[in-house]
């Protein structure tokens, strides 16, 4: 027998209301132990974190003051430069298997030359995010110059992700290419409410290197960090084979994967 019209509505609202109030807090919403289909051993993803620009503006202590606020062995995964074929699947790849989420800093330009990869990255619960149109160092550009170059890489990647542009971007990262920031280029970001990425540590993949040299190198300065925001580049072919064997040794290290999301 069907509930009347006006029980039903309230037995609703009681459900709605206690899912609400047993919900985690936003920055602990902790998926750690959720099964990964096909790998029950994964890595997986230990909690969500929050960022906005009114209480982070600019993060990771390369290049800024401060950096997210990660407790020791927290890593947060991040991507420069793609999409591009041959290398962003294949990273991709790594991460379905484990279960695990990063962040993806997207030029422009790649994002129009692979959609697909783009929206796979957006589809697969990833955070999507910006690294202007075509990667020019922006601190060697006119100010008016360099705006019109970060403006045009959100509308490029907004327009691939979501269809359209609405002027700002949909998800408020950026990150500077060569981290070639400028005073002004951070105060109009910061009065935009967009959150500046720099990192805690990189993997050097924009140097020749071996995908055992590189996980050697990576691993030992996560080691020596405790964790933080690490750089890689999901361009990169040296990278792209390293990071199975990558995700298994962080693990076995006792590390923790860290998804950011703007808040």
Known sequence: MRPPAVLSAVLSAV???????????????????????????????????????????????????????????????????????????????????????????????????????????????????????????????????????INRGFAAVDTVLYGRADGGPRTPFFRFPGFASSPALLDQLQRRGIVVFGADLWASDWNPMSPNQELDLVLGRIEANQGGIVLFHDTKQATAAMLPAFLRAVKSRGYRIVHVVPR
Not at 22 to 37: K, L, M, N, R, S
């Open 15 to 149: 459900i709605l209301a206690l899912a609400v109030s047993t919900a985690p807090a936003q920055g602990e919403a902790v998926i750690e132990g959720a099964p990964c289909p096909g790998n029950p051993d994964a890595l997986g993803t230990a909690r969500i974190l929050p960022v906005d620009a009114a209480t982070t503006p600019r993060v990771g202590r390369k290049h800024f003051p401060d950096t997210l606020a990660l407790a020791p062995k927290e890593v947060v995964l991040t991507f420069d430069d793609g999409p591009l074929s041959g290398t962003t699947a294949r990273v991709l790849d790594a991460l379905k298997r484990e279960c695990v989420r990063a962040s993806f800093f997207l030029l422009g330009r790649n994002a129009t030359a692979h959609p697909e990869l783009a929206r796979r990255e957006l589809a697969e619960g990833h955070t999507v995010a910006h690294h202007t149109f075509s990667h020019p160092l922006l601190d060697r550009m006119p100010t008016a110059a360099a705006a019109a170059e």
